[in-house]
Protein backbone atom coordinates (compact mmCIF):
# COMPACT_ATOMS: atom_id res chain seq x y z
CA UNK A 1 0.00 0.00 0.00
CA UNK A 2 1.24 3.22 -0.89
CA UNK A 3 2.15 5.91 1.45
CA UNK A 4 -1.48 6.75 3.36
CA UNK A 5 -1.26 10.33 5.18
CA UNK A 6 -3.48 13.22 5.32
CA UNK A 7 -4.28 15.03 2.34
CA UNK A 8 -4.15 12.06 0.64
CA UNK A 9 -7.05 11.81 -2.56
CA UNK A 10 -8.16 8.39 -3.26
CA UNK A 11 -10.29 8.61 -6.76
CA UNK A 12 -9.31 11.98 -7.30
CA UNK A 13 -12.30 12.37 -5.20
CA UNK A 14 -11.87 11.54 -1.27
CA UNK A 15 -9.22 13.43 0.38
CA UNK A 16 -8.43 11.64 4.19
CA UNK A 17 -8.29 14.84 6.31
CA UNK A 18 -7.96 13.35 9.59
CA UNK A 19 -7.38 9.39 11.01
CA UNK A 20 -9.12 7.80 13.47
CA UNK A 21 -7.91 4.48 13.82
CA UNK A 22 -5.65 2.26 12.70
CA UNK A 23 -4.34 -1.56 13.07
CA UNK A 24 -1.94 -4.16 10.91
CA UNK A 25 -4.58 -4.45 8.25
CA UNK A 26 -6.44 -1.64 8.01
CA UNK A 27 -6.81 2.24 9.01
CA UNK A 28 -9.98 4.30 9.37
CA UNK A 29 -10.05 7.79 8.53
CA UNK A 30 -12.71 10.86 8.03
CA UNK A 31 -12.55 12.04 4.36
CA UNK A 32 -13.90 14.88 2.54
CA UNK A 33 -15.99 14.22 -0.58
CA UNK A 34 -14.70 16.92 -3.05
CA UNK A 35 -17.54 15.89 -5.35
CA UNK A 36 -20.41 16.44 -2.90
CA UNK A 37 -18.65 18.95 -0.29
CA UNK A 38 -19.98 16.31 2.70
CA UNK A 39 -17.83 14.39 5.22
CA UNK A 40 -17.37 10.29 4.79
CA UNK A 41 -15.31 7.86 6.39
CA UNK A 42 -13.15 6.08 4.59
CA UNK A 43 -11.59 2.30 5.50
CA UNK A 44 -8.04 1.70 3.98
CA UNK A 45 -6.03 -1.31 3.49
CA UNK A 46 -3.58 -2.63 1.07
CA UNK A 47 -5.01 -4.39 -2.29
CA UNK A 48 -2.37 -6.93 -2.25
CA UNK A 49 -3.18 -7.95 1.35
CA UNK A 50 -4.55 -12.01 1.54
CA UNK A 51 -8.17 -10.98 2.41
CA UNK A 52 -8.34 -7.91 0.42
CA UNK A 53 -10.27 -9.26 -2.09
CA UNK A 54 -12.93 -10.93 0.14
CA UNK A 55 -13.20 -7.58 2.34
CA UNK A 56 -14.12 -5.57 -1.36
CA UNK A 57 -16.84 -8.28 -2.70
CA UNK A 58 -18.23 -8.24 1.00
CA UNK A 59 -18.68 -4.21 1.16
CA UNK A 60 -20.15 -4.56 -2.47
CA UNK A 61 -22.72 -6.66 -0.86
CA UNK A 62 -22.97 -4.69 2.30
CA UNK A 63 -24.34 -1.61 -0.08
CA UNK A 64 -26.94 -3.73 -1.42
CA UNK A 65 -28.60 -3.91 2.32
CA UNK A 66 -31.04 -1.31 3.27
CA UNK A 67 -31.19 -1.08 6.42
CA UNK A 68 -31.04 1.96 9.17
CA UNK A 69 -29.06 0.39 11.71
CA UNK A 70 -26.09 0.09 8.92
CA UNK A 71 -24.38 2.87 7.47
CA UNK A 72 -24.98 3.03 3.68
CA UNK A 73 -21.38 1.84 1.60
CA UNK A 74 -21.32 4.78 -0.76
CA UNK A 75 -18.22 3.42 -3.01
CA UNK A 76 -16.05 0.84 -3.14
CA UNK A 77 -12.53 0.21 -5.04
CA UNK A 78 -8.72 0.40 -5.34
CA UNK A 79 -6.12 3.01 -6.36
CA UNK A 80 -2.27 2.15 -6.77
CA UNK A 81 -2.19 -0.47 -4.18
CA UNK A 82 -4.99 0.69 -1.89
CA UNK A 83 -7.97 -0.30 -1.24
CA UNK A 84 -10.72 1.89 0.01
CA UNK A 85 -14.35 1.50 1.56
CA UNK A 86 -16.58 4.48 1.74
CA UNK A 87 -19.13 4.68 3.73
CA UNK A 88 -21.36 7.26 5.26
CA UNK A 89 -20.19 9.44 8.39
CA UNK A 90 -22.09 9.33 11.58
CA UNK A 91 -22.38 12.63 13.35
CA UNK A 92 -21.99 12.65 17.21
CA UNK A 93 -21.96 8.94 17.87
CA UNK A 94 -21.57 7.49 20.82
CA UNK A 95 -20.16 3.64 21.26
CA UNK A 96 -21.69 1.39 24.20
CA UNK A 97 -17.60 1.04 25.05
CA UNK A 98 -17.48 4.85 25.25
CA UNK A 99 -21.34 5.14 27.39
CA UNK A 100 -19.42 2.12 29.73
CA UNK A 101 -16.43 4.25 31.15
CA UNK A 102 -18.21 5.56 34.25
CA UNK A 103 -21.27 3.46 34.97
CA UNK A 104 -23.08 0.89 33.71
CA UNK A 105 -26.24 1.09 31.15
CA UNK A 106 -29.84 1.42 32.27
CA UNK A 107 -30.94 -2.35 31.33
CA UNK A 108 -33.80 -0.69 28.93
CA UNK A 109 -30.86 1.38 27.72
CA UNK A 110 -28.83 -2.04 26.61
CA UNK A 111 -32.30 -3.76 25.98
CA UNK A 112 -33.31 -1.34 22.93
CA UNK A 113 -29.50 -0.52 21.77
CA UNK A 114 -28.82 -4.67 21.22
CA UNK A 115 -32.10 -4.84 20.21
CA UNK A 116 -31.32 -2.73 17.33
CA UNK A 117 -28.20 -3.81 16.27
CA UNK A 118 -29.80 -7.09 16.50
CA UNK A 119 -32.45 -6.31 13.79
CA UNK A 120 -29.93 -4.82 11.96
CA UNK A 121 -27.74 -7.79 12.08
CA UNK A 122 -30.43 -9.76 10.85
CA UNK A 123 -31.74 -8.04 7.79
CA UNK A 124 -27.88 -8.37 7.05
CA UNK A 125 -27.70 -12.11 7.42
CA UNK A 126 -30.27 -12.48 5.01
CA UNK A 127 -27.97 -11.25 2.26
CA UNK A 128 -25.07 -13.68 3.50
CA UNK A 129 -22.98 -10.90 5.61
CA UNK A 130 -21.99 -11.13 8.75
CA UNK A 131 -20.12 -9.25 11.33
CA UNK A 132 -18.15 -11.75 13.27
CA UNK A 133 -15.77 -9.46 14.94
CA UNK A 134 -18.63 -7.38 16.88
CA UNK A 135 -17.62 -5.53 20.36
CA UNK A 136 -19.15 -2.51 22.13
CA UNK A 137 -16.79 -0.25 20.40
CA UNK A 138 -19.19 -1.23 17.11
CA UNK A 139 -22.13 -0.43 18.26
CA UNK A 140 -23.13 3.05 18.25
CA UNK A 141 -25.53 5.83 19.46
CA UNK A 142 -26.91 9.16 17.61
CA UNK A 143 -27.23 12.07 19.33
CA UNK A 144 -31.13 11.40 18.61
CA UNK A 145 -31.07 7.85 20.03
CA UNK A 146 -30.10 5.84 16.41
CA UNK A 147 -28.71 2.84 16.98
CA UNK A 148 -25.58 1.79 14.20
CA UNK A 149 -23.85 -1.32 14.01
CA UNK A 150 -20.55 -0.23 12.23
CA UNK A 151 -17.35 -2.50 10.87
CA UNK A 152 -19.81 -4.93 8.87
CA UNK A 153 -18.98 -4.40 5.88
CA UNK A 154 -15.17 -5.59 6.23
CA UNK A 155 -14.23 -6.57 9.53
CA UNK A 156 -14.88 -10.30 9.14
CA UNK A 157 -13.26 -10.50 5.81
CA UNK A 158 -10.24 -8.57 6.69
CA UNK A 159 -9.72 -11.00 9.86
CA UNK A 160 -10.38 -14.04 7.77
CA UNK A 161 -13.30 -15.03 9.63
CA UNK A 162 -16.01 -15.07 6.87
CA UNK A 163 -15.31 -18.92 6.04
CA UNK A 164 -18.32 -20.30 8.74
CA UNK A 165 -21.28 -21.59 7.50
CA UNK A 166 -24.01 -19.13 7.95
CA UNK A 167 -26.02 -21.28 10.77
CA UNK A 168 -22.36 -21.08 12.74
CA UNK A 169 -21.99 -16.95 11.44
CA UNK A 170 -25.07 -16.18 12.53
CA UNK A 171 -24.71 -17.80 16.19
CA UNK A 172 -21.15 -16.16 16.96
CA UNK A 173 -22.60 -12.68 15.77
CA UNK A 174 -25.60 -13.71 18.38
CA UNK A 175 -23.41 -15.00 21.54
CA UNK A 176 -21.56 -11.60 20.88
CA UNK A 177 -24.65 -9.37 20.87
CA UNK A 178 -25.48 -10.91 24.30
CA UNK A 179 -21.99 -10.51 25.77
CA UNK A 180 -22.84 -6.67 25.06
CA UNK A 181 -25.77 -7.09 26.55
CA UNK A 182 -23.54 -8.15 29.85
CA UNK A 183 -21.43 -5.75 29.43
CA UNK A 184 -24.05 -3.28 29.35
CA UNK A 185 -25.37 -4.69 32.38
CA UNK A 186 -22.39 -5.13 34.19
CA UNK A 187 -19.30 -2.93 32.50
CA UNK A 188 -17.19 -6.19 32.50
CA UNK A 189 -16.80 -8.23 29.13
CA UNK A 190 -17.39 -11.87 29.64
CA UNK A 191 -15.63 -12.99 26.21
CA UNK A 192 -12.14 -14.63 26.08
CA UNK A 193 -10.28 -12.05 24.14
CA UNK A 194 -9.70 -8.95 25.70
CA UNK A 195 -12.28 -5.66 24.74
CA UNK A 196 -10.01 -2.62 25.01
CA UNK A 197 -11.32 -0.44 27.64
CA UNK A 198 -13.36 -3.03 29.66
CA UNK A 199 -12.84 -4.90 32.40
CA UNK A 200 -12.32 -8.57 32.39
CA UNK A 201 -15.26 -10.73 34.24
CA UNK A 202 -13.79 -12.55 36.92
CA UNK A 203 -15.44 -16.42 37.11
CA UNK A 204 -16.36 -18.20 40.29
CA UNK A 205 -14.50 -20.71 42.02
CA UNK A 206 -16.00 -23.24 39.73
CA UNK A 207 -15.14 -21.89 36.51
CA UNK A 208 -18.78 -20.51 35.32
CA UNK A 209 -19.75 -17.38 34.33
CA UNK A 210 -21.60 -15.20 37.14
CA UNK A 211 -24.62 -13.95 36.01
CA UNK A 212 -25.16 -9.79 35.84
CA UNK A 213 -27.63 -10.69 38.64
CA UNK A 214 -24.85 -11.47 40.93
CA UNK A 215 -22.60 -8.91 40.04
CA UNK A 216 -25.09 -5.72 39.81
CA UNK A 217 -28.58 -5.09 41.49
CA UNK A 218 -31.87 -4.31 39.42
CA UNK A 219 -31.02 -6.67 36.21
CA UNK A 220 -34.46 -7.46 34.60
CA UNK A 221 -34.84 -11.51 35.43
CA UNK A 222 -34.92 -12.12 31.56
CA UNK A 223 -31.96 -10.04 30.62
CA UNK A 224 -30.06 -12.13 33.38
CA UNK A 225 -31.38 -15.61 32.45
CA UNK A 226 -30.55 -14.50 28.12
CA UNK A 227 -27.08 -14.14 29.32
CA UNK A 228 -27.15 -17.64 31.81
CA UNK A 229 -28.50 -19.51 29.20
CA UNK A 230 -26.49 -18.12 26.04
CA UNK A 231 -23.41 -17.79 27.61
CA UNK A 232 -23.03 -20.28 30.16
CA UNK A 233 -25.04 -23.51 28.56
CA UNK A 234 -25.13 -22.72 24.84
CA UNK A 235 -28.45 -22.20 24.51
CA UNK A 236 -30.84 -19.12 23.89
CA UNK A 237 -31.73 -17.41 20.31
CA UNK A 238 -29.45 -18.86 17.57
CA UNK A 239 -29.81 -15.98 15.03
CA UNK A 240 -29.57 -12.29 15.71
CA UNK A 241 -33.49 -11.86 14.46
CA UNK A 242 -34.57 -14.28 17.01
CA UNK A 243 -32.63 -12.40 19.29
CA UNK A 244 -34.26 -9.25 18.51
CA UNK A 245 -37.90 -10.93 19.21
CA UNK A 246 -36.99 -11.65 22.25
CA UNK A 247 -35.45 -8.76 23.49
CA UNK A 248 -38.95 -6.69 21.83
CA UNK A 249 -40.94 -4.37 23.30
CA UNK A 250 -37.73 -2.02 23.77
CA UNK A 251 -38.19 1.96 23.79
CA UNK A 252 -38.00 3.93 20.79
CA UNK A 253 -36.12 6.78 22.71
CA UNK A 254 -32.96 6.85 24.51
CA UNK A 255 -33.59 5.27 28.02
CA UNK A 256 -31.28 7.68 31.07
CA UNK A 257 -32.68 6.04 33.41
CA UNK A 258 -34.45 2.74 35.03
CA UNK A 259 -37.59 2.22 33.11
CA UNK A 260 -40.24 -0.32 34.23
CA UNK A 261 -41.38 -2.97 31.55
CA UNK A 262 -44.48 -2.56 30.06
CA UNK A 263 -47.18 -4.52 32.96
CA UNK A 264 -50.70 -5.70 32.01
CA UNK A 265 -52.01 -6.42 28.83
CA UNK A 266 -52.74 -3.06 27.63
CA UNK A 267 -50.41 -0.54 29.82
CA UNK A 268 -47.36 1.36 28.73
CA UNK A 269 -44.20 2.02 29.93
CA UNK A 270 -42.71 5.44 30.72
CA UNK A 271 -41.31 5.48 27.06
CA UNK A 272 -42.91 4.38 24.13
CA UNK A 273 -42.55 0.53 23.18
CA UNK A 274 -42.17 -1.19 19.65
CA UNK A 275 -41.97 -4.52 18.63
CA UNK A 276 -39.32 -5.45 16.04
CA UNK A 277 -41.13 -6.53 13.20
CA UNK A 278 -41.94 -10.25 12.85
CA UNK A 279 -41.98 -10.43 16.89
CA UNK A 280 -44.08 -12.42 18.41
CA UNK A 281 -46.30 -10.89 21.66
CA UNK A 282 -49.48 -13.06 21.89
CA UNK A 283 -47.53 -15.60 24.78
CA UNK A 284 -49.14 -13.19 27.73
CA UNK A 285 -51.71 -15.12 29.58
CA UNK A 286 -55.24 -13.94 29.47
CA UNK A 287 -57.04 -12.23 31.98
CA UNK A 288 -58.38 -15.02 34.80
CA UNK A 289 -62.17 -15.03 35.72
CA UNK A 290 -63.00 -12.93 38.62
CA UNK A 291 -62.59 -14.72 41.85
CA UNK A 292 -60.14 -17.23 40.06
CA UNK A 293 -56.92 -18.57 42.29
CA UNK A 294 -53.95 -16.20 41.42
CA UNK A 295 -51.19 -18.59 40.04
CA UNK A 296 -47.95 -18.92 41.88
CA UNK A 297 -45.78 -17.37 38.94
CA UNK A 298 -46.99 -14.27 38.65
CA UNK A 299 -45.52 -12.72 35.68
CA UNK A 300 -45.31 -14.51 31.94
CA UNK A 301 -41.69 -15.03 30.13
CA UNK A 302 -42.36 -11.14 28.69
CA UNK A 303 -42.28 -9.56 31.91
CA UNK A 304 -46.50 -9.32 31.54
CA UNK A 305 -48.53 -9.35 34.86
CA UNK A 306 -52.20 -11.04 34.24
CA UNK A 307 -55.06 -8.74 34.79
CA UNK A 308 -58.82 -9.63 35.87
CA UNK A 309 -60.08 -9.98 38.86
CA UNK A 310 -58.09 -11.97 40.98
CA UNK A 311 -54.81 -10.39 40.02
CA UNK A 312 -52.45 -8.41 42.73
CA UNK A 313 -52.79 -5.03 42.26
CA UNK A 314 -49.02 -3.68 42.20
CA UNK A 315 -47.59 -0.51 43.29
CA UNK A 316 -44.73 1.33 42.69
CA UNK A 317 -41.64 0.80 45.52
CA UNK A 318 -38.21 3.21 45.49
CA UNK A 319 -35.63 1.42 43.50
CA UNK A 320 -33.27 -0.53 45.42
CA UNK A 321 -35.32 -3.57 46.50
CA UNK A 322 -38.60 -5.25 46.32
CA UNK A 323 -41.65 -6.48 49.08
CA UNK A 324 -44.34 -8.71 48.75
CA UNK A 325 -47.50 -8.84 50.90
CA UNK A 326 -47.77 -12.55 49.18
CA UNK A 327 -44.96 -14.57 49.83
CA UNK A 328 -41.90 -14.62 51.13
CA UNK A 329 -39.01 -12.33 49.68
CA UNK A 330 -37.38 -15.03 47.53
CA UNK A 331 -40.64 -15.41 45.86
CA UNK A 332 -40.55 -12.11 44.50
CA UNK A 333 -39.35 -11.35 40.66
CA UNK A 334 -37.03 -8.82 40.60
CA UNK A 335 -37.51 -8.08 37.27
CA UNK A 336 -40.54 -5.46 37.85
CA UNK A 337 -39.54 -3.19 40.81
CA UNK A 338 -42.84 -3.42 42.56
CA UNK A 339 -45.05 -4.38 45.57
CA UNK A 340 -48.57 -6.40 46.08
CA UNK A 341 -51.10 -4.96 48.19
CA UNK A 342 -54.13 -7.79 48.69
CA UNK A 343 -57.70 -6.86 46.59
CA UNK A 344 -59.47 -6.84 50.23
CA UNK A 345 -57.24 -3.69 51.26
CA UNK A 346 -57.51 -1.98 47.56
CA UNK A 347 -61.61 -2.76 47.70
CA UNK A 348 -61.69 -0.76 51.06
CA UNK A 349 -59.74 1.68 50.23
CA UNK A 350 -62.11 2.54 47.41
CA UNK A 351 -65.00 2.57 49.30
CA UNK A 352 -63.67 5.08 51.58
CA UNK A 353 -63.30 7.28 48.70
CA UNK A 354 -65.78 6.65 46.35
CA UNK A 355 -68.82 6.65 48.75
CA UNK A 356 -70.19 10.44 49.75
CA UNK A 357 -71.13 10.84 53.68
CA UNK A 358 -74.45 10.31 54.00
CA UNK A 359 -75.52 14.19 54.20
CA UNK A 360 -78.58 16.26 52.61
CA UNK A 361 -79.44 15.79 48.47
CA UNK A 362 -77.25 18.72 47.76
CA UNK A 363 -74.11 17.27 48.85
CA UNK A 364 -71.04 18.74 47.31
CA UNK A 365 -67.89 16.54 46.94
CA UNK A 366 -65.40 18.88 47.09
CA UNK A 367 -67.02 21.01 50.18
CA UNK A 368 -64.58 20.90 53.18
CA UNK A 369 -65.57 22.71 56.03
CA UNK A 370 -63.60 25.85 57.16
CA UNK A 371 -61.88 26.60 60.18
CA UNK A 372 -63.30 29.12 62.48
CA UNK A 373 -61.71 32.64 60.90
CA UNK A 374 -60.59 34.01 64.32
CA UNK A 375 -60.62 32.40 67.73
CA UNK A 376 -63.72 32.36 69.92
CA UNK A 377 -65.84 31.17 66.51
CA UNK A 378 -66.82 28.03 66.47
CA UNK A 379 -68.08 26.13 62.82
CA UNK A 380 -69.99 25.70 60.12
CA UNK A 381 -73.76 27.31 60.84
CA UNK A 382 -72.63 29.76 63.69
CA UNK A 383 -73.67 33.29 63.83
CA UNK A 384 -71.31 35.27 65.91
CA UNK A 385 -72.55 37.16 68.52
CA UNK A 386 -71.64 40.85 69.87
CA UNK A 387 -68.98 39.37 72.08
CA UNK A 388 -67.18 37.45 69.35
CA UNK A 389 -67.56 40.60 66.87
CA UNK A 390 -66.14 42.92 69.67
CA UNK A 391 -63.04 40.26 69.64
CA UNK A 392 -62.81 40.05 66.17
CA UNK A 393 -62.59 44.09 66.06
CA UNK A 394 -59.56 44.32 68.90
CA UNK A 395 -57.18 42.10 66.35
CA UNK A 396 -58.19 43.75 63.39
CA UNK A 397 -57.46 47.05 65.02
CA UNK A 398 -53.98 45.77 66.79
CA UNK A 399 -53.14 44.54 63.12
CA UNK A 400 -53.78 48.36 61.79
CA UNK A 401 -51.12 49.79 64.73
CA UNK A 402 -48.30 47.71 64.47
CA UNK A 403 -49.00 48.33 60.64
CA UNK A 404 -48.47 51.59 61.26
CA UNK A 405 -45.59 51.57 63.59
CA UNK A 406 -43.52 49.28 61.00
CA UNK A 407 -44.24 51.77 57.93
CA UNK A 408 -43.30 54.67 60.29
CA UNK A 409 -39.79 53.04 60.84
CA UNK A 410 -39.21 52.48 57.43
CA UNK A 411 -40.09 56.08 56.80
CA UNK A 412 -37.39 57.01 59.60
CA UNK A 413 -34.92 54.89 57.78
CA UNK A 414 -35.36 56.46 54.29
CA UNK A 415 -35.21 60.38 55.91
CA UNK A 416 -31.67 60.01 56.81
CA UNK A 417 -28.82 59.12 59.19
CA UNK A 418 -30.04 57.03 62.79
CA UNK A 419 -28.70 59.25 65.11
CA UNK A 420 -27.78 63.24 65.21
CA UNK A 421 -23.96 62.67 65.69
CA UNK A 422 -23.85 60.55 62.18
CA UNK A 423 -25.82 63.48 60.75
CA UNK A 424 -23.31 66.17 61.91
CA UNK A 425 -20.75 63.61 60.51
CA UNK A 426 -22.48 63.43 57.23
CA UNK A 427 -22.74 67.08 56.75
CA UNK A 428 -19.39 67.48 57.27
CA UNK A 429 -18.34 64.95 54.65
CA UNK A 430 -20.33 66.70 52.30
CA UNK A 431 -21.36 70.53 52.14
CA UNK A 432 -24.64 69.78 49.61
CA UNK A 433 -27.83 67.28 50.28
CA UNK A 434 -26.93 65.57 47.77
CA UNK A 435 -23.82 64.58 49.06
CA UNK A 436 -25.05 63.67 52.10
CA UNK A 437 -27.63 61.33 50.13
CA UNK A 438 -24.94 59.71 47.90
CA UNK A 439 -22.21 58.89 50.99
CA UNK A 440 -25.08 57.09 52.83
CA UNK A 441 -26.64 55.22 49.45
CA UNK A 442 -24.61 51.83 49.91
CA UNK A 443 -26.19 51.57 53.48
CA UNK A 444 -29.48 51.70 52.04
CA UNK A 445 -28.86 49.63 48.99
CA UNK A 446 -31.06 46.31 47.59
CA UNK A 447 -29.22 43.14 48.27
CA UNK A 448 -28.36 41.50 44.58
CA UNK A 449 -30.77 39.50 43.59
CA UNK A 450 -30.03 35.65 43.39
CA UNK A 451 -28.65 34.07 40.56
CA UNK A 452 -30.75 31.72 38.93
CA UNK A 453 -30.29 28.06 39.36
CA UNK A 454 -29.03 25.94 36.82
CA UNK A 455 -30.86 23.85 34.71
CA UNK A 456 -30.27 20.06 34.86
CA UNK A 457 -28.41 18.92 31.89
CA UNK A 458 -29.22 14.81 30.97
CA UNK A 459 -26.54 14.27 29.05
CA UNK A 460 -23.14 15.40 27.37
CA UNK A 461 -21.53 14.15 24.38
CA UNK A 462 -19.20 15.19 22.11
CA UNK A 463 -20.23 16.29 18.95
CA UNK A 464 -18.95 16.09 15.27
CA UNK A 465 -17.87 13.38 12.98
CA UNK A 466 -17.94 10.17 13.91
CA UNK A 467 -18.69 10.91 17.23
CA UNK A 468 -16.86 13.64 17.81
CA UNK A 469 -13.17 13.89 19.75
CA UNK A 470 -12.46 12.26 22.90
CA UNK A 471 -16.36 11.52 23.72
CA UNK A 472 -15.37 9.91 27.12
CA UNK A 473 -14.24 12.93 28.27
CA UNK A 474 -17.21 15.11 27.46
CA UNK A 475 -19.25 14.72 30.62
CA UNK A 476 -16.29 16.02 32.53
CA UNK A 477 -17.72 19.58 30.91
CA UNK A 478 -21.07 19.44 32.83
CA UNK A 479 -19.72 17.53 36.33
CA UNK A 480 -19.58 20.64 38.18
CA UNK A 481 -16.04 20.31 38.50
CA UNK A 482 -13.89 23.08 37.41
CA UNK A 483 -10.89 21.13 37.56
CA UNK A 484 -12.01 18.50 35.30
CA UNK A 485 -12.43 19.36 31.46
CA UNK A 486 -13.30 17.69 28.37
CA UNK A 487 -10.93 18.30 25.55
CA UNK A 488 -10.57 18.51 21.00
CA UNK A 489 -7.61 16.87 19.87
CA UNK A 490 -4.36 18.27 18.97
CA UNK A 491 -4.13 20.29 16.27
CA UNK A 492 -1.12 22.24 15.13
CA UNK A 493 -3.60 25.31 13.60
CA UNK A 494 -6.50 27.35 15.26
CA UNK A 495 -8.74 25.38 12.86
CA UNK A 496 -7.82 22.31 13.36
CA UNK A 497 -9.17 20.08 10.63
CA UNK A 498 -9.42 23.44 8.23
CA UNK A 499 -12.19 23.94 5.37
CA UNK A 500 -14.11 25.60 8.04
CA UNK A 501 -14.48 22.58 10.07
CA UNK A 502 -14.94 22.60 14.01
CA UNK A 503 -15.67 20.33 17.18
CA UNK A 504 -17.24 20.45 20.42
CA UNK A 505 -19.95 18.83 22.69
CA UNK A 506 -24.16 18.56 22.41
CA UNK A 507 -25.90 19.20 25.90
CA UNK A 508 -29.28 17.63 26.12
CA UNK A 509 -31.53 19.25 28.74
CA UNK A 510 -34.29 16.06 28.39
CA UNK A 511 -37.12 18.66 27.17
CA UNK A 512 -37.62 21.47 25.54
CA UNK A 513 -36.66 24.70 27.81
CA UNK A 514 -36.38 28.08 27.46
CA UNK A 515 -32.64 29.57 27.99
CA UNK A 516 -31.54 32.57 28.98
CA UNK A 517 -27.41 32.04 29.11
CA UNK A 518 -24.79 29.46 29.09
CA UNK A 519 -22.11 30.32 31.27
CA UNK A 520 -18.55 28.49 30.22
CA UNK A 521 -15.70 28.35 31.30
CA UNK A 522 -12.15 26.88 28.93
CA UNK A 523 -8.24 26.86 29.86
CA UNK A 524 -6.26 28.67 27.70
CA UNK A 525 -6.08 31.12 25.14
CA UNK A 526 -8.95 32.79 23.38
CA UNK A 527 -10.92 30.51 21.10
CA UNK A 528 -14.32 31.09 19.07
CA UNK A 529 -17.35 29.44 20.58
CA UNK A 530 -20.66 29.20 18.61
CA UNK A 531 -23.66 28.26 20.56
CA UNK A 532 -26.59 26.40 18.47
CA UNK A 533 -30.02 25.01 19.80
CA UNK A 534 -32.51 23.14 18.66
CA UNK A 535 -35.41 20.44 19.53
CA UNK A 536 -34.33 17.97 17.23
CA UNK A 537 -30.31 16.79 16.43
CA UNK A 538 -29.56 18.44 13.21
CA UNK A 539 -26.31 19.60 11.77
CA UNK A 540 -24.45 22.55 12.70
CA UNK A 541 -24.05 23.56 8.79
CA UNK A 542 -28.00 23.91 8.22
CA UNK A 543 -28.25 25.92 11.33
CA UNK A 544 -27.45 29.73 12.51
CA UNK A 545 -25.71 30.18 15.74
CA UNK A 546 -27.94 32.07 18.64
CA UNK A 547 -24.66 33.62 20.57
CA UNK A 548 -20.94 33.66 19.27
CA UNK A 549 -17.89 33.82 21.87
CA UNK A 550 -14.06 34.89 21.01
CA UNK A 551 -12.54 35.43 24.59
CA UNK A 552 -11.13 32.86 27.26
CA UNK A 553 -11.68 31.78 30.80
CA UNK A 554 -15.19 32.04 32.08
CA UNK A 555 -17.38 33.66 29.44
CA UNK A 556 -21.65 34.00 29.19
CA UNK A 557 -23.34 33.42 26.06
CA UNK A 558 -26.76 35.11 26.01
CA UNK A 559 -29.35 33.33 24.01
CA UNK A 560 -32.42 35.73 25.07
CA UNK A 561 -34.60 32.80 26.26
CA UNK A 562 -34.60 30.76 23.08
CA UNK A 563 -36.23 27.49 23.02
CA UNK A 564 -33.97 24.68 22.97
CA UNK A 565 -33.92 20.69 23.89
CA UNK A 566 -30.56 20.45 22.25
CA UNK A 567 -27.43 23.00 22.66
CA UNK A 568 -24.86 22.40 20.44
CA UNK A 569 -21.44 24.13 21.52
CA UNK A 570 -19.01 23.91 18.55
CA UNK A 571 -15.43 25.54 18.60
CA UNK A 572 -14.40 26.68 15.15
CA UNK A 573 -10.97 28.77 16.41
CA UNK A 574 -8.74 26.64 19.16
CA UNK A 575 -7.30 28.04 21.96
CA UNK A 576 -3.86 27.90 21.83
CA UNK A 577 -2.34 26.09 25.03
CA UNK A 578 0.87 26.67 27.22
CA UNK A 579 3.11 24.00 25.38
CA UNK A 580 2.30 25.77 21.98
CA UNK A 581 -0.68 23.24 20.30
CA UNK A 582 -3.89 23.99 20.07
CA UNK A 583 -6.56 22.56 21.67
CA UNK A 584 -9.75 23.17 23.12
CA UNK A 585 -10.95 22.60 26.81
CA UNK A 586 -13.60 22.96 28.47
CA UNK A 587 -13.99 23.02 32.12
CA UNK A 588 -17.12 23.84 32.50
CA UNK A 589 -20.83 24.72 31.80
CA UNK A 590 -24.22 25.76 33.02
CA UNK A 591 -27.06 26.49 31.44
CA UNK A 592 -29.23 29.32 33.06
CA UNK A 593 -33.07 29.44 32.36
Known sequence: MRAIGENTVLAQRYTLTRKLAGRADQELWIATDATLGREVTATVFPADFDHAEAALDSARRAAGVEDRHLPRVLDVGRENGTAYVITEALHGAESIAAALQFDPLPPEEVRRMVGEAASGLGAASARGLHHLQLTPHDIVSSPDGAVSVLGLPTDAALAGADDLSSEDASRADTVALVQIVYAGLTRRWPGEESVPGLQNVSRRADGELPSPSELVPGVPGDLDTLC????????????PGELARQLAPWSSERVTTSTRRTT????????????????????????????????????????????????????????????????????????DETAQISRATLERA???????????????????????????????????????SRLALLLVGLLV?????????????LGGSSSPDEAASSG???????????SSAPARSSKPKPTAKPLTIERTTSYGINGGENSGLAANATDGDPGSYWNSFDYNTADGRGGGQGTGILLNLGTVKSVKDVKITTTGGPSTIKFYVSDVIEPVSTRQPEATLTGSGTQTAHLDGADAKYITIWV??????????????????????
Do not use: C, M, W
Open 264 to 335: GSGGKSAATLQAVPGGDRSGTKPPAAPGAPVPSDDTDGAGHTPTGGAAPVKTALPKGGVASAAGPASEVDNS
Open 428 to 438: AASPSASGSKS
Open 228 to 239: RTTLGADEGPRT
Open 350 to 388: RERTAVPPDVDDDYDPSYAELEPPVPGLVGHGYEPDSQS
Open 572 to 593: TQLSKQDDGKFQERINDVKVYP
Open 401 to 413: IIAVIFAAIGLHG
